[in-house]
């Protein structure tokens, strides 16, 4: 498999897992309902997890996952051969993931009353619409989430090279580290195809009662996270580059 079908399935498998719990929490009648941000967090944590494993064992050594993140390593390492089909497979990963989720959790959308919570299982929206203020913590969260996990990877942290096998769980206890101190504010999107796919979805799938998709908040967990993400690939170059 290539790097493309990596990234396809791969994304698939962190917004099952991840949109998935936001689903278990919000949803009315489920079973998870109001569990809380310490279990979305942590599911987040382990769909990236599982989201890495995946992209890796189908074809995608890198797995990025994150067009963000992909940006900010084809800058670290001057190597854009690969960007232009993961991003493709991530975008398409996240619509067939949201559509996994919305299929799952079926017969509670009728039960939801709230559009927003709906809304809210497909895509972020932020605690404070201060768009000035929401961008900037996209950026922050994307320049933390890029920079600590190529700093990690980098020789003057592993002078031999992270074990095979453990640098999924480093990055996912990263992200939930992100999610528990930065996502507050904003739902952490820190990643364009894990926002834009599933908001794409939303638009498109016969959810009940769905609401508006918030087409007027989608530019900023989009353009915040790649301005994170290139920033943080620049601040790595004289460090590890």
């Not at 051969?81 to 398409?92: C, K, N, R, S």
């Amino acid at each position: 498999m290539n790097i493309f079908i990596g990234e396809l399935l791969g994304t698939a498998a962190l917004i099952l897992f991840g949109n998935g719990v936001v689903a278990g929490v919000l949803l009315k009648d489920s079973k998870a309902e109001s569990a809380g941000w310490m279990v979305i967090t942590t599911g987040w944590a382990f769909a990236v997890l599982i989201g890495i494993i995946v992209a890796k064992a189908c074809g995608s050594q890198p797995a990025y996952l994150n067009p963000a993140f992909a940006i900010g390593m084809a800058i670290l390492h001057n190597n854009w051969t690969d960007i232009p089909q993961a991003v493709a497979g991530e975008m398409l990963g996240a619509i067939l993931g949201a559509t996994l989720v919305f299929l799952h959790y079926l017969p509670h959308w009728q039960r939801t009353p709230d559009p927003a919570i709906k809304r809210a299982a497909f895509c972020t929206e932020p605690a404070i619409r201060r768009p000035t203020a929401n961008f900037v913590s996209e950026v922050i969260g994307t320049f933390a989430l890029t920079f600590v996990a190529g700093a990690l990877f980098s020789r003057q942290v592993s002078p031999n090279g992270v074990p095979d096998g453990v640098g999924p769980y480093l990055v996912g206890v990263l992200v939930w580290g992100i999610g528990l101190s930065l996502g507050g504010t904003t739902g952490y999107a820190i990643n364009p195809a894990r926002d834009l796919g599933p908001r794409i979805a939303h638009a498109l799938l016969p959810i009940p009662g769905k609401g508006s998709s918030d087409w007027g908040y989608a530019a900023i967990p989009v353009l915040g996270p790649i301005v994170g993400g290139c920033l943080a690939g620049l601040a790595l170059l004289p460090i590890v580059g």
